[in-house]
């Protein structure tokens, strides 16, 4: 979102945002649907793979996020980092939950996150693209970030789901994000 | 504390990830505010992560607007029911609480015919309130009650879904092994109501100087001109190539069939081309299907009956 528009435009449009959804204003969540689906889809799109599901838990997500806004402290981060993690969170539950897994019973669920590496076909072009991100990182570290980011793993699970030793796992994941943070700098 | 330490630690890149507890994430915040150095490091990985989230993003399809949109407000309109119509209960029972009162008043009122007036409002008044008190606790325990057991209910059966269908699952796997065995074991009956025949002249079927360790026998029933081979040993064929059965009466090669896969490996016996009549058995090598004389060459085992 800040990209394309100065930081302190797009800052102010988030602090007007804020304002009307802790007024219980419902028209702001048109606005918010404008300005957030696309990132939060994508998001949920990579986790749970499916357009019927992914669009569940966009609105699922959405009532959580009405329903639970008086608990966002905007003191504490932005708005799009409180609302990705609800959909992450959602999106997760969701892929972890019984009924999803039926039929893929045998294959672990981070078999998902870890394997399954194609990049989306759409990004948009204003943004630091997917591929450009994600070629600066090497498998292992693009591996690691996705289990952490999209499987919803701590990091001693991914130590153990990799075979890996946990200072490994905390080092690559360290590296990986260094990386990142460099890129949109 | 060492701040470098606690940055390398990799809680910060967990608390971005959002797979902390409420406490651990308290603990996070108050020592990012304390130290600006792991601030500024928080601030960056989140960031960096956001970043990526948003690298993801796929526009959803446009009739989808509506449909989440509407999606919600029906969702909080649902949401927001409950809570007018709860508000309008408590003050249904409320409405309805004050003429018990009313009785409950004007009972000891007319019992005791005016004692000093006054004393007595002062007494009764926290009794009532106590009681209706007790009556809006009561009522609200057990509709707790009920919600809890009809949630309970719920639970329970969605559980007893979930294990009706696992035993369906389970019970279809059953019925399709037990008709796998039965194939199975009928195929071994035949097999066995073969070998046990006295009708059947079991025929070994030697290795050849050119594969001396290769063995097979041949079942032939001279009466219903039936053969059958079982493989004890024989090479793999090369690719291409199938072992052929001949029957060799007075020394002119016959056509016996050639062996499936299963067979020349040794899993099964197989019921080969009936033969009018035989001295010997061989099999040779030969092209896929089977040729019509064989090529002695690639004769592998040969036996006398």
Redesign the interface.
Known sequence: MSVPTPESAALETEVLLVQRLRDRDEGAMTIFYDKYSAALYGVIMRIVKKEEIAEDVLQEAMVKIWHSFPSYDAEKGRLFTWVMNVCRNLAIDKIRSRQYRVGSRTQPIEESAALRQAAEPSFRPEHIGLQEMTNQLNPEQRQIVDLLYFGGFTQSEVAEELNLPLGTVKTRARAAIKVLSKLIR | MNVQEYI???IL??Y????LNEVERAEV?RIAREHPEIGRELD??????????????????AE??D???Q???Q??RE?EKPEPSAVSASNGTSATTPPQMVAVTSAPAAAVPSPSADGAVVRQMPAQESNSGRTRWLIAASVALLVLSALGNFLLYNRLK?TE?NLEVAQTEQSRYAATQKAALNERDEQLRVLRNEAFRAVELKGTPKSPNALARVYYNQQTKAVYVDVRNLPAPPAGKQYQLWALDNGKPVDAGVLATATAAGDSIQQMKDIASAQAFAMTVEDEGGVASPTLSTMTVIGNL
């Open positions: 390398e630690s990799g890149e967990e971005a990830l959002g797979v915040e960056s990985i989140v960031r960096s992560l956001d970043a990526y989230a948003e690298a993801h993003a796929i526009t959803p399809p989808m607007r449909r989440v949109l999606g919600w407000q969702a909080i949401t979930e269908a």
